[in-house]
C-alpha cells in the first residue's frame, strides 16, 4: 500500500515524524510518500494542488494537521469544521477526488497523543534522570480534553528533570512515541483512532 500523507509542519517537524512512525508500525511494509506545507495557513490554501499530485500514485491521501497551530493567537479560538471547509474548498479547486481524501485532525495538538500513553513518557523521563525515579505522573484518560498538551508536557519535563530541560518537539515528541510498547493507551484518543482507520485501515 502506498499511503501520501501531508503535513502543516516543515520537513522534520514533529507530526510528520510521529505520524510515520506510527503509520509504518501500524502497517509494516506501508510505502509513504511525505510532503510538507511548513504552517497551517499554507496547509489550509494550497494542500488541494499537493493532493492533486498525490492521488495519481497513491492509494490514498491523508491530510493531517493540529486544530491549535504551533503559536496560539489570543482571542482566536480556531474551528475544525471550517478548516475542514477551507480544506475542502481547495481540493475541489484542484479537481482532487475527495473519495480518496482523509482528513485527520488532532484536538489540540500532536502532544494529545502523548499523553495518552503515561507510560512511555514515564519510561523517556526515566532514561533522562536515571538512576532518580520518576515520580507519580497523571493518568490522561481522555487526553483530547487536556487544554495546551504541550505545555502540559513542559511542565511534566520541568517537575522531573528540572527547570532547565523543557519539552521540545522536534526531540522528543518521536522518543516518546517509540516508548510506547502498543496502542492501548493511545487510542484513548479518538483523533488517533481516526488517523489509524483512515491512513492505516485499522479500527482500533
Given at each position: 500500500m502506498r499511503v501520501g500523507l501531508i503535513f502543516e509542519c516543515g520537513r522534520d517537524g514533529a507530526?510528520?515524524?510521529?505520524?510515520?512512525?506510527?503509520?509504518?508500525?501500524?502497517?509494516?511494509?506501508?510505502?509513504?510518500?511525505?510532503?510538507?506545507?511548513?504552517?497551517?495557513?499554507?496547509?489550509?490554501?494550497?494542500?488541494?494542488?499537493?493532493?492533486?499530485?498525490?492521488?495519481?500514485?497513491c492509494d490514498k491521501v491523508v491530510i493531517i494537521w493540529d486544530l491549535y497551530p504551533a503559536w496560539r493567537e489570543k482571542h482566536i479560538k480556531p474551528c475544525r469544521n471550517n478548516d475542514r471547509q477551507k480544506i475542502f474548498s481547495s481540493l475541489q479547486s484542484s479537481n482532487v477526488p475527495l473519495s480518496k481524501v482523509a482528513l485527520v485532525c488532532i484536538e489540540e495538538e500532536l502532544e494529545a497523543w502523548?499523553?495518552?500513553?503515561?507510560?512511555?513518557?514515564?519510561?523517556?523521563?526515566?532514561?533522562?534522570?536515571?538512576p532518580h525515579r520518576v515520580g507519580r505522573?497523571?493518568?490522561?484518560?481522555?487526553?483530547?480534553?487536556?487544554?495546551?498538551?504541550?505545555?502540559?508536557l513542559t511542565k511534566?519535563?520541568?517537575?522531573?528533570?528540572?527547570?532547565?530541560?523543557?519539552?521540545?518537539?522536534?526531540?522528543?515528541?518521536?522518543?516518546?512515541?517509540?516508548?510506547?510498547?502498543?496502542?492501548?493507551?493511545?487510542?484513548r484518543s479518538c483523533t488517533f483512532r481516526r488517523f489509524a482507520e483512515k491512513a492505516a485501515g485499522i479500527r482500533l
Open positions: 507530526d510528520g515524524q510521529v505520524c510515520r512512525y506510527f503509520l509504518e508500525r501500524l502497517t509494516p511494509g506501508v510505502e509513504i510518500v511525505s510532503q510538507y506545507m511548513d504552517v497551517k495557513t499554507n496547509l489550509l490554501e494550497d494542500c488541494g494542488l499537493v493532493a492533486s499530485l498525490l492521488v495519481n500514485s502523548l499523553l495518552a500513553d503515561t507510560r512511555a513518557i514515564r519510561s523517556f523521563i526515566a532514561s533522562c534522570k536515571h505522573l497523571t493518568n490522561y484518560k481522555d487526553p483530547e480534553r487536556v487544554r495546551k498538551p504541550k505545555t502540559c511534566i519535563f520541568n517537575q522531573e528533570l528540572g527547570a532547565h530541560r523543557c519539552y521540545e518537539d522536534l526531540r522528543d515528541a518521536i522518543k516518546i512515541a517509540k516508548a510506547m510498547p502498543d496502542f492501548n493507551r493511545i487510542r
